[in-house]
């Protein structure tokens, strides 16, 4: 059985309400059903860190420890090689 509903209403500039409208239109759903996934959606990656979303991507690398402090290694940032 399907959780029981409420019907909230809210305000959209036009230019939203129309790309709400494609937006629903282009995957095949309601625009209630939509929201609902976005906000879904959304709400899903409240108490995610963006280190838990690296995963084991953060700290593989080899390199200084102190690579955005150090001056030593901020020595040629910016500049082009010729």
Known sequence: MAAPMRTVSFTLPEDLDEKLDRL?????VSRSTFVREGIGAIGSHDSISVTALAGELAGSVD???DLSSNRDHLCDYGQRNA
């Open 63 to 65: 390199g200084p420890d």
């Open 24 to 28: 629903a239109l282009d995957r095949g």
